[in-house]
């Protein structure tokens, strides 16, 4: 059985590349996400999606093929011993990636298919449900519901923005407590929260200068986890570059994380 957070004294980390680019890209960032995690004795899960549906433009990469991608997600499971998030679009996906996946994650918007909610929940898997950007917080509760009538309780909630206009998203820090009210471990994206949708080039922009901000305020108020996609060379990225932290960047910024964390601990 993989780690579960039952009242753990540290944050929880789930960090990867937002797409599985190629072999030594993912296993770079995989390496530095296992060596961190161990330094820091933060748990950590590897996130990267094999495959992307929900891209701006026709002419943006959805992957390097479902086969070969989760093959180096496995390797990865593998040589690190990192549990694997991932994303999947259709309840018929999720047979397929549940033999290489810990954690099946839902994407925003399609957190209200019920069908998808079932089939993630009757894996056996822990379901990442990340809250629509149209979503009330307190709306999530249904989409729980759907998970735990599968008989699965390993659940967790993300938030990540809420839509602000057409072209920019927004974390509303009020929304934590009608999340954890569901009894779920709750996480913060940091990196799609800062996300600037709907860009006239057909490429979603971002603001990764204000990870840290967003990050910290996260820990502040209580989140349980923190979801963070991260590259070595986020400009070179294939997917989501806008909105990445660079990977150099990670432990510095955990560390600080740690501070705020054990400052709010009670005693």
Known sequence: MIWYPDKQRHFFLIAGPCVVENEKITFEIADTIAATGKKLDIPCFFKS???KANRS???????????EALAILKEVKKRWHLPIVTDVHAATEVECAAE???VIQIPAFLCRQTDLLLAAGHSGKIVNIKKGQFLSPEAMQYAVDKVRS???NKIFLTERG????????IVDFRGIKALKATGCPCVLDCTHALQKPNQPSGVTGGCPDLIEIVAKAGIAVGFDGLFMETHPYPAQALSDGANMLPLHELEPLLRELLKIRHAI???
Do not use: H, I, W
């Open 100 to 102: 290489v996946a810990d």
């Open 49 to 51: 999606s094999y495959r």
């Open 265 to 267: 601990l009670p005693e």
């Open 162 to 169: 809420t839509t602000f206009g057409y072209q920019d998203l």
């Open 57 to 67: 433009s026709l002419s943006s990469f959805t992957g390097m093929g479902d086969k």
């Open 150 to 152: 599968t008989g699965n």
